[in-house]
Protein backbone atom coordinates (compact mmCIF):
# COMPACT_ATOMS: atom_id res chain seq x y z
CA UNK A 1 0.00 0.00 0.00
CA UNK A 2 1.37 3.76 -0.55
CA UNK A 3 3.15 5.98 1.45
CA UNK A 4 2.45 6.60 5.57
CA UNK A 5 0.00 3.70 5.63
CA UNK A 6 -2.50 5.75 4.03
CA UNK A 7 -4.87 3.55 1.20
CA UNK A 8 -5.41 5.85 -1.91
CA UNK A 9 -8.97 5.05 -3.44
CA UNK A 10 -9.79 6.42 -7.07
CA UNK A 11 -13.49 6.77 -7.82
CA UNK A 12 -14.49 6.81 -11.22
CA UNK A 13 -17.89 8.27 -11.56
CA UNK A 14 -20.31 11.28 -10.25
CA UNK A 15 -23.73 9.86 -9.66
CA UNK A 16 -25.36 8.81 -6.51
CA UNK A 17 -23.53 5.45 -5.83
CA UNK A 18 -20.28 7.24 -5.96
CA UNK A 19 -21.09 9.36 -3.91
CA UNK A 20 -22.37 7.13 -1.36
CA UNK A 21 -18.93 5.04 -1.32
CA UNK A 22 -17.23 8.85 -1.29
CA UNK A 23 -19.42 8.80 2.18
CA UNK A 24 -18.48 5.64 3.47
CA UNK A 25 -14.83 6.10 2.81
CA UNK A 26 -14.38 9.77 4.64
CA UNK A 27 -15.74 7.03 7.46
CA UNK A 28 -12.25 5.69 7.31
CA UNK A 29 -9.01 6.93 9.12
CA UNK A 30 -6.03 7.12 6.38
CA UNK A 31 -7.88 7.10 3.52
CA UNK A 32 -7.22 9.61 0.61
CA UNK A 33 -10.23 9.39 -2.07
CA UNK A 34 -9.38 10.79 -5.82
CA UNK A 35 -12.68 11.53 -7.18
CA UNK A 36 -13.16 12.01 -10.66
CA UNK A 37 -16.38 13.15 -12.79
CA UNK A 38 -17.34 14.27 -16.04
CA UNK A 39 -19.78 17.28 -15.11
CA UNK A 40 -17.23 20.39 -15.01
CA UNK A 41 -19.88 21.87 -13.03
CA UNK A 42 -20.45 19.52 -10.29
CA UNK A 43 -16.32 19.51 -10.23
CA UNK A 44 -16.03 23.23 -9.19
CA UNK A 45 -19.29 23.11 -6.80
CA UNK A 46 -17.67 20.55 -4.58
CA UNK A 47 -14.38 21.92 -4.31
CA UNK A 48 -15.69 24.87 -3.15
CA UNK A 49 -18.73 23.35 -1.16
CA UNK A 50 -17.99 19.95 -0.36
CA UNK A 51 -21.26 18.61 -1.69
CA UNK A 52 -22.37 17.03 -4.60
CA UNK A 53 -24.82 19.49 -6.08
CA UNK A 54 -26.66 16.76 -8.68
CA UNK A 55 -26.43 13.54 -6.58
CA UNK A 56 -27.27 12.95 -2.51
CA UNK A 57 -26.59 17.01 -2.12
CA UNK A 58 -27.21 16.48 1.72
CA UNK A 59 -23.73 14.59 1.65
CA UNK A 60 -20.81 15.96 3.38
CA UNK A 61 -17.48 15.42 1.60
CA UNK A 62 -14.83 16.00 4.10
CA UNK A 63 -12.12 17.80 2.07
CA UNK A 64 -9.10 16.50 3.92
CA UNK A 65 -9.99 13.15 2.72
CA UNK A 66 -11.54 14.02 -1.38
CA UNK A 67 -9.70 14.91 -4.06
CA UNK A 68 -11.88 15.92 -7.37
CA UNK A 69 -10.02 15.39 -10.23
CA UNK A 70 -10.36 16.46 -14.11
CA UNK A 71 -8.98 14.19 -15.73
CA UNK A 72 -9.07 9.99 -15.12
CA UNK A 73 -5.16 9.77 -15.67
CA UNK A 74 -4.58 12.29 -12.48
CA UNK A 75 -7.49 10.87 -10.09
CA UNK A 76 -5.49 6.90 -11.31
CA UNK A 77 -2.69 8.04 -10.06
CA UNK A 78 -0.68 6.40 -7.32
CA UNK A 79 -3.98 4.68 -6.23
CA UNK A 80 -4.07 1.05 -4.17
CA UNK A 81 -7.74 0.67 -5.22
CA UNK A 82 -10.33 1.64 -8.55
CA UNK A 83 -13.54 2.22 -8.18
CA UNK A 84 -15.62 2.06 -11.18
CA UNK A 85 -19.03 3.33 -10.67
CA UNK A 86 -20.14 4.79 -13.79
CA UNK A 87 -23.21 3.05 -15.38
CA UNK A 88 -21.79 0.46 -17.65
CA UNK A 89 -23.23 2.14 -20.79
CA UNK A 90 -20.68 4.36 -20.15
CA UNK A 91 -17.39 2.77 -18.62
CA UNK A 92 -15.61 2.26 -21.86
CA UNK A 93 -15.80 6.17 -22.68
CA UNK A 94 -15.08 7.24 -19.25
CA UNK A 95 -11.91 5.04 -19.03
CA UNK A 96 -11.08 6.00 -22.46
CA UNK A 97 -7.77 8.04 -21.80
CA UNK A 98 -6.39 5.02 -19.41
CA UNK A 99 -4.26 2.10 -20.44
CA UNK A 100 -2.81 -0.73 -19.02
CA UNK A 101 0.13 1.30 -17.84
CA UNK A 102 -2.24 3.44 -15.57
CA UNK A 103 -3.41 0.95 -13.69
CA UNK A 104 -0.45 -1.18 -13.13
CA UNK A 105 -0.77 -1.78 -9.32
CA UNK A 106 -3.84 -1.17 -8.33
CA UNK A 107 -6.55 -3.45 -7.83
CA UNK A 108 -9.64 -3.14 -9.64
CA UNK A 109 -13.13 -2.62 -7.63
CA UNK A 110 -16.82 -2.24 -9.49
CA UNK A 111 -19.46 -0.94 -8.23
CA UNK A 112 -21.79 -1.19 -11.24
CA UNK A 113 -24.55 -3.63 -11.35
CA UNK A 114 -24.93 -3.44 -15.28
CA UNK A 115 -22.91 -5.76 -18.63
CA UNK A 116 -20.64 -3.65 -21.03
CA UNK A 117 -22.94 -2.98 -24.21
CA UNK A 118 -22.19 -4.61 -27.57
CA UNK A 119 -19.85 -6.82 -25.89
CA UNK A 120 -22.06 -8.16 -23.51
CA UNK A 121 -19.32 -9.08 -21.12
CA UNK A 122 -19.25 -8.26 -17.38
CA UNK A 123 -17.17 -5.42 -16.13
CA UNK A 124 -15.19 -7.34 -14.43
CA UNK A 125 -14.23 -9.77 -17.77
CA UNK A 126 -13.72 -6.45 -19.25
CA UNK A 127 -11.02 -4.85 -17.37
CA UNK A 128 -9.19 -7.99 -17.00
CA UNK A 129 -9.24 -8.24 -20.75
CA UNK A 130 -8.70 -4.60 -21.53
CA UNK A 131 -6.42 -3.58 -18.78
CA UNK A 132 -4.81 -6.68 -17.79
CA UNK A 133 -5.69 -6.76 -14.35
CA UNK A 134 -5.54 -10.33 -12.76
CA UNK A 135 -9.19 -11.36 -11.87
CA UNK A 136 -7.54 -12.04 -8.59
CA UNK A 137 -7.35 -7.83 -8.44
CA UNK A 138 -10.71 -7.28 -8.81
CA UNK A 139 -13.82 -7.21 -6.71
CA UNK A 140 -17.43 -5.94 -7.08
CA UNK A 141 -19.75 -4.70 -4.14
CA UNK A 142 -22.79 -6.22 -4.40
CA UNK A 143 -25.82 -6.28 -1.96
CA UNK A 144 -28.99 -4.69 -1.13
CA UNK A 145 -27.91 -1.26 -0.58
CA UNK A 146 -29.47 2.11 -2.02
CA UNK A 147 -27.71 5.20 -1.88
CA UNK A 148 -30.22 7.16 -0.66
CA UNK A 149 -29.93 4.60 2.29
CA UNK A 150 -26.19 5.16 2.96
CA UNK A 151 -27.07 8.98 2.64
CA UNK A 152 -29.55 9.23 5.78
CA UNK A 153 -27.03 6.42 7.36
CA UNK A 154 -29.72 3.84 7.70
CA UNK A 155 -28.10 0.39 8.87
CA UNK A 156 -26.75 -1.34 5.44
CA UNK A 157 -24.85 -4.58 4.46
CA UNK A 158 -22.62 -5.11 1.40
CA UNK A 159 -20.84 -8.13 0.05
CA UNK A 160 -17.85 -7.79 -1.47
CA UNK A 161 -16.98 -10.23 -4.06
CA UNK A 162 -14.14 -11.49 -5.59
CA UNK A 163 -12.29 -14.53 -6.91
CA UNK A 164 -9.52 -14.49 -4.22
CA UNK A 165 -11.19 -13.76 -0.69
CA UNK A 166 -7.97 -11.88 0.75
CA UNK A 167 -8.67 -9.15 -2.20
CA UNK A 168 -12.03 -8.66 -1.20
CA UNK A 169 -11.87 -9.36 2.58
CA UNK A 170 -9.23 -6.35 2.52
CA UNK A 171 -11.85 -4.08 0.69
CA UNK A 172 -14.62 -5.15 2.94
CA UNK A 173 -12.55 -3.32 5.77
CA UNK A 174 -12.97 -0.68 4.35
CA UNK A 175 -16.31 -0.32 3.43
CA UNK A 176 -17.24 -1.28 6.76
CA UNK A 177 -18.49 1.88 9.25
CA UNK A 178 -21.06 2.57 11.83
CA UNK A 179 -24.12 2.21 9.75
CA UNK A 180 -22.19 -0.03 7.18
CA UNK A 181 -21.23 -3.94 7.46
CA UNK A 182 -19.40 -5.38 5.00
CA UNK A 183 -18.60 -9.24 4.46
CA UNK A 184 -16.26 -10.61 1.75
CA UNK A 185 -17.38 -13.33 -0.37
CA UNK A 186 -15.54 -15.92 -2.78
CA UNK A 187 -18.26 -15.59 -5.63
CA UNK A 188 -17.44 -13.13 -8.41
CA UNK A 189 -19.75 -14.85 -11.35
CA UNK A 190 -22.59 -15.24 -9.13
CA UNK A 191 -22.72 -12.25 -7.80
CA UNK A 192 -21.97 -9.95 -10.77
CA UNK A 193 -24.60 -12.01 -13.12
CA UNK A 194 -26.78 -11.87 -10.03
CA UNK A 195 -26.92 -8.23 -9.64
CA UNK A 196 -27.21 -7.61 -13.39
CA UNK A 197 -30.54 -10.26 -13.79
CA UNK A 198 -31.80 -8.32 -10.53
CA UNK A 199 -32.32 -4.91 -12.75
CA UNK A 200 -34.22 -6.40 -15.06
CA UNK A 201 -36.99 -8.18 -12.63
CA UNK A 202 -37.36 -5.00 -11.19
CA UNK A 203 -38.16 -3.05 -14.30
CA UNK A 204 -40.70 -6.14 -14.80
CA UNK A 205 -42.18 -5.32 -11.27
CA UNK A 206 -42.41 -1.82 -12.45
CA UNK A 207 -44.29 -2.68 -15.30
CA UNK A 208 -46.74 -5.23 -14.00
CA UNK A 209 -47.60 -2.33 -10.83
CA UNK A 210 -47.77 0.04 -13.76
CA UNK A 211 -50.37 -2.16 -15.57
CA UNK A 212 -52.60 -2.75 -12.44
CA UNK A 213 -50.94 -5.70 -10.67
CA UNK A 214 -50.75 -5.84 -6.86
CA UNK A 215 -48.60 -7.18 -4.04
CA UNK A 216 -49.90 -11.00 -4.90
CA UNK A 217 -48.87 -11.10 -8.01
CA UNK A 218 -45.14 -9.15 -7.60
CA UNK A 219 -44.79 -12.11 -4.78
CA UNK A 220 -45.13 -15.30 -7.58
CA UNK A 221 -43.08 -12.98 -10.26
CA UNK A 222 -40.22 -12.39 -7.28
CA UNK A 223 -40.01 -16.04 -6.52
CA UNK A 224 -39.93 -17.05 -9.93
CA UNK A 225 -37.50 -14.13 -10.73
CA UNK A 226 -35.40 -16.03 -8.13
CA UNK A 227 -35.14 -19.40 -10.14
CA UNK A 228 -34.87 -17.77 -13.16
CA UNK A 229 -31.31 -15.61 -11.75
CA UNK A 230 -30.84 -19.07 -10.34
CA UNK A 231 -30.63 -20.84 -13.63
CA UNK A 232 -28.76 -18.20 -15.42
CA UNK A 233 -26.21 -17.89 -12.72
CA UNK A 234 -25.45 -21.71 -12.58
CA UNK A 235 -25.30 -21.83 -16.41
CA UNK A 236 -22.51 -19.22 -16.37
CA UNK A 237 -21.01 -20.65 -13.52
CA UNK A 238 -22.06 -23.96 -12.25
CA UNK A 239 -21.55 -24.82 -8.34
CA UNK A 240 -22.94 -24.82 -4.84
CA UNK A 241 -23.91 -21.23 -3.72
CA UNK A 242 -26.56 -20.08 -1.34
CA UNK A 243 -29.05 -17.65 -3.41
CA UNK A 244 -30.98 -16.76 -0.43
CA UNK A 245 -27.81 -15.07 1.09
CA UNK A 246 -28.46 -11.39 0.70
CA UNK A 247 -25.85 -10.30 -2.26
CA UNK A 248 -28.19 -12.77 -4.56
CA UNK A 249 -31.93 -12.60 -2.69
CA UNK A 250 -31.71 -9.69 -0.59
CA UNK A 251 -30.50 -7.03 -3.54
CA UNK A 252 -33.34 -8.70 -6.07
CA UNK A 253 -35.68 -7.94 -3.32
CA UNK A 254 -34.63 -4.36 -2.55
CA UNK A 255 -35.21 -3.16 -6.08
CA UNK A 256 -38.02 -4.90 -6.44
CA UNK A 257 -39.80 -3.55 -3.83
CA UNK A 258 -37.90 -0.25 -2.49
CA UNK A 259 -39.05 3.22 -3.56
CA UNK A 260 -35.81 4.09 -4.83
CA UNK A 261 -35.10 1.66 -6.77
CA UNK A 262 -34.35 3.19 -10.50
CA UNK A 263 -35.54 0.23 -12.14
CA UNK A 264 -38.63 -0.62 -10.50
CA UNK A 265 -38.91 3.04 -11.33
CA UNK A 266 -38.33 3.44 -14.66
CA UNK A 267 -40.71 -0.29 -15.45
CA UNK A 268 -43.51 1.47 -13.74
CA UNK A 269 -43.42 4.45 -16.15
CA UNK A 270 -43.68 2.15 -19.21
CA UNK A 271 -46.55 -0.27 -17.48
CA UNK A 272 -48.27 3.61 -17.55
CA UNK A 273 -48.06 3.99 -20.99
CA UNK A 274 -44.68 6.54 -21.44
CA UNK A 275 -42.73 5.45 -24.15
CA UNK A 276 -38.77 4.28 -23.32
CA UNK A 277 -37.43 7.59 -24.85
CA UNK A 278 -39.98 9.14 -22.40
CA UNK A 279 -39.25 7.15 -19.43
CA UNK A 280 -35.11 8.02 -19.91
CA UNK A 281 -35.84 11.60 -19.97
CA UNK A 282 -38.17 11.55 -16.95
CA UNK A 283 -36.13 9.77 -14.62
CA UNK A 284 -32.65 11.92 -15.14
CA UNK A 285 -30.83 8.48 -13.47
CA UNK A 286 -29.85 5.46 -14.91
CA UNK A 287 -31.78 2.44 -15.39
CA UNK A 288 -29.26 -0.36 -15.51
CA UNK A 289 -31.92 -2.95 -15.90
CA UNK A 290 -32.48 -1.31 -19.77
CA UNK A 291 -29.24 -1.81 -21.04
CA UNK A 292 -29.15 -5.23 -19.09
CA UNK A 293 -32.02 -6.85 -20.47
CA UNK A 294 -30.89 -6.80 -23.84
CA UNK A 295 -27.08 -7.70 -22.60
CA UNK A 296 -28.51 -10.85 -21.23
CA UNK A 297 -30.94 -11.98 -24.48
CA UNK A 298 -27.84 -11.21 -26.51
CA UNK A 299 -25.90 -13.93 -23.90
CA UNK A 300 -28.73 -15.94 -23.58
CA UNK A 301 -28.59 -17.02 -27.36
CA UNK A 302 -25.47 -18.96 -26.57
CA UNK A 303 -26.54 -20.36 -23.47
CA UNK A 304 -30.32 -21.36 -24.41
CA UNK A 305 -31.93 -20.90 -21.00
CA UNK A 306 -35.22 -20.37 -20.15
CA UNK A 307 -35.62 -17.02 -19.11
CA UNK A 308 -39.65 -15.92 -19.70
CA UNK A 309 -39.10 -12.67 -17.36
CA UNK A 310 -36.29 -11.62 -19.39
CA UNK A 311 -37.71 -12.37 -22.52
CA UNK A 312 -41.10 -10.44 -21.60
CA UNK A 313 -39.44 -7.32 -20.85
CA UNK A 314 -37.12 -7.83 -23.83
CA UNK A 315 -39.84 -7.45 -26.13
CA UNK A 316 -41.19 -4.35 -24.54
CA UNK A 317 -38.97 -2.43 -24.18
CA UNK A 318 -36.82 -3.83 -27.69
CA UNK A 319 -39.27 -5.13 -29.33
CA UNK A 320 -42.38 -2.46 -29.01
CA UNK A 321 -44.76 -5.11 -27.82
CA UNK A 322 -47.30 -3.69 -25.78
CA UNK A 323 -46.76 -3.88 -21.70
CA UNK A 324 -50.23 -5.47 -21.20
CA UNK A 325 -50.30 -8.22 -23.73
CA UNK A 326 -46.82 -9.25 -23.08
CA UNK A 327 -47.59 -10.24 -18.98
CA UNK A 328 -51.08 -11.71 -20.21
CA UNK A 329 -48.31 -14.42 -21.43
CA UNK A 330 -46.27 -14.14 -18.77
CA UNK A 331 -48.87 -14.71 -16.56
CA UNK A 332 -49.85 -18.24 -17.86
CA UNK A 333 -45.99 -19.35 -16.99
CA UNK A 334 -45.96 -18.10 -13.63
CA UNK A 335 -46.36 -20.62 -10.74
N1 LIG B 1 -27.67 4.20 -6.82
C1 LIG B 1 -27.58 3.10 -6.06
O1 LIG B 1 -28.19 2.99 -4.99
C2 LIG B 1 -26.74 1.97 -6.52
C3 LIG B 1 -26.19 1.96 -7.78
N2 LIG B 1 -25.42 0.90 -8.15
C4 LIG B 1 -24.80 0.88 -9.46
O2 LIG B 1 -23.89 1.97 -9.57
C5 LIG B 1 -23.72 2.31 -10.95
C6 LIG B 1 -23.84 3.82 -11.08
O3 LIG B 1 -25.19 4.15 -10.84
P1 LIG B 1 -25.71 5.44 -10.08
O4 LIG B 1 -24.63 6.11 -9.35
O5 LIG B 1 -26.91 5.01 -9.32
O6 LIG B 1 -26.17 6.32 -11.30
P2 LIG B 1 -26.91 7.70 -11.27
O7 LIG B 1 -28.10 7.54 -12.14
O8 LIG B 1 -27.08 8.21 -9.89
O9 LIG B 1 -25.83 8.65 -11.99
C7 LIG B 1 -25.53 8.45 -13.33
C8 LIG B 1 -24.08 8.77 -13.56
O10 LIG B 1 -23.78 8.44 -14.90
C9 LIG B 1 -23.24 9.59 -15.56
N3 LIG B 1 -23.63 9.62 -16.96
C10 LIG B 1 -24.86 9.78 -17.48
N4 LIG B 1 -24.82 9.76 -18.82
C11 LIG B 1 -23.50 9.60 -19.15
C12 LIG B 1 -22.80 9.52 -20.38
N5 LIG B 1 -23.44 9.58 -21.55
N6 LIG B 1 -21.48 9.34 -20.32
C13 LIG B 1 -20.81 9.25 -19.15
N7 LIG B 1 -21.43 9.33 -17.94
C14 LIG B 1 -22.76 9.51 -17.95
C15 LIG B 1 -23.83 10.77 -14.81
O11 LIG B 1 -23.04 11.90 -15.03
P3 LIG B 1 -23.74 13.35 -15.12
O12 LIG B 1 -24.28 13.61 -13.75
O13 LIG B 1 -22.62 14.21 -15.52
O14 LIG B 1 -24.83 13.24 -16.15
C16 LIG B 1 -23.76 10.25 -13.38
O15 LIG B 1 -22.46 10.38 -12.88
C17 LIG B 1 -24.78 1.51 -11.72
O16 LIG B 1 -24.20 0.39 -12.29
C18 LIG B 1 -25.76 1.07 -10.63
O17 LIG B 1 -26.40 -0.15 -10.93
C19 LIG B 1 -25.18 -0.15 -7.32
C20 LIG B 1 -25.69 -0.17 -6.06
C21 LIG B 1 -26.51 0.89 -5.57
O1 LIG C 1 -28.60 -2.08 -7.14
C1 LIG C 1 -29.19 -1.25 -6.53
C2 LIG C 1 -29.43 -1.41 -5.09
O2 LIG C 1 -28.79 -2.56 -4.55
C3 LIG C 1 -29.67 -0.04 -7.27
O3 LIG C 1 -30.54 -0.36 -8.34
P1 LIG C 1 -32.03 0.16 -8.23
O4 LIG C 1 -31.96 1.64 -8.04
O5 LIG C 1 -32.81 -0.21 -9.42
O6 LIG C 1 -32.60 -0.52 -7.02
Known amino acids: MSLLNTTKIAVIGGGS???ALIKILCEQHNVQVRWWLRNQHDIAHIRKFHHNPSYLSDVV??????RVFEKTTEAVKGADYIILAVP???VQESLQHLSARHLQGARVVSAIKGMIPDRNILVTDWVSQEYGIKM????VIAGPCHAEEVALEKQSYLTIASTACPAAEDFAGLMTCRYVSAH???????????????????????ITHGLGYGDNFQAVLVSNAMQEIGNLVTAMDPRQRNMSASAYLGDLLVTAYSQFSRNRLFGNMIGRGYSVKAAQL??????????????????????????????????????DQHPAAIMEQLKKVLK
Open 61 to 66: LSPKKV
Open 17 to 19: WAT
Open 282 to 319: EMKMIAEGYYATKSIHELNKLHQVNLPIVGAVYSILYE
Open 136 to 139: EDTC
Open 184 to 206: ALDDLYGVEYAAVMKNIVALACG
Open 88 to 90: AAF
